[in-house]
């Protein structure tokens, strides 16, 4: 799955709706669209465990169910994990941070260490990358919030290899973690003799105390639990949640949406 680019994910996605029979809502026009909003697409040739989009319906429905029909069209190796109710703010800034696993296969940890503490010990480290509007140059080091190596791969492959875990702060440009890695080829000289294998294991919220990433949907769960206990306390006799969506929502709703594609 690591080699699918965001456009086959999106067609896979548009034919798991049809399949599905979930009450999408179309743009209006002469070539009508599903309205579907993606954030943060994960760059082709990387695996990703975190990736949202947000969808537009013209019924209210039950998230649970929603997830469960859309999963079940979806192809192998593409997992709808959660479904929410879109509540107030946009989905994209929420996400202002990544979790990346890198794994360097024939690098030695002691190399990888060695550059890490150079990398991060850099004011700037700029790198080139070819975009759509030509070669660009930017910085990498201010993105990046956490650079660890990880050296248990050796011992468990029982040859040279190494993990990186790193965060990365997104920006404009958006700095990859193969950017990262260029960048620590330009302060150390590390170069990773075979493809490096990168998955995003996390995006979201960046906790300010801790600086981990977290999960995006947390605050629409509380919100939803104080809901239902409101209609508890209020004597409406529900004894759980209500369920997002519900009959006296408008006919319009929206779920953000997460999907994992594994490597």
């Known amino acids: 799955m690591r080699f699918a680019s965001h456009r086959d994910i999106a067609r896979a996605l548009e034919r798991a709706l049809r399949r599905a029979r979930i009450p999408v809502a179309f743009s209006a026009g002469f070539s009508p669209h599903p309205k579907i909003s993606y954030t943060g697409a994960a760059p082709t040739g990387v695996a990703s465990e975190a990736e949202y989009f947000e969808l537009a319906l013209t ?12 999963d079940a069209a979806m192809p192998e190796g593409l997992d709808v994990v959660e479904v929410v109710t879109a509540t107030a703010g946009g989905l994209a800034d929420r996400l202002e941070a990544s979790e990346w696993r890198v794994e360097l296969p024939g690098v030695a940890p002691d190399d ?14 700029e790198v080139e990358r070819l975009t759509k509007k030509g070669r660009r140059r930017f910085d990498t080091r201010g993105a990046v919030l956490r650079l660890d190596v990880d050296g248990s791969g050796a011992a468990e492959r029982d040859e040279t290899y190494v993990i990186l875990q790193l965060v990365v702060r997104h920006t404009t ?6 950017d990262v890695v260029n960048g620590l080829r330009q302060v150390a000289g590390l170069a990773p003799p075979s493809s490096p294998l990168m998955t995003r294991l996390a995006q979201g919220p960046l906790d300010g105390a801790s600086g981990e990433v977290t999960d995006p949907f947390a605050a629409d769960g509380a919100s939803a639990r104080d809901s239902g206990r409101e209609r508890v306390d209020s004597g409406t006799g529900a004894s759980q949640c209500a369920p997002a969506g519900a009959a006296q929502d408008p006919p319009t709703s929206s779920a953000p949406t997460r999907s994992t594609s594994h490597g």
């Open 59 to 70: 019924e209210a429905s039950e998230p649970e169910q929603v997830r469960v029909r859309l």
């Open 112 to 125: 990888a260490r060695a550059a890490v503490a150079a990398f991060l010990a850099a004011d700037t480290v």
């Open 173 to 178: 440009p958006a700095v990859r973690p193969d």
